[in-house]
């Protein structure tokens, strides 16, 4: 089964390790960017 196999990498303490500090400096620029969401609501403009 692939999803069995899939599961067993992503749980891997090894995996996730890696994973997260490869996200780690990405955290806070996606903190300040939902934080920017959640201040402007509707106003947003994506011009």
Known sequence: MM???FV???????????????L???LPLLLSI???WQENGEKLDLE
């Open 24 to 26: 780690l400096p990405f």
């Open 3 to 5: 999803f069995k196999e």
């Open 34 to 36: 939902w934080k920017t």
């Open 8 to 22: 067993e990498i992503v749980l891997d303490p090894t995996f996730l390790a890696m994973f997260g500090l490869v």
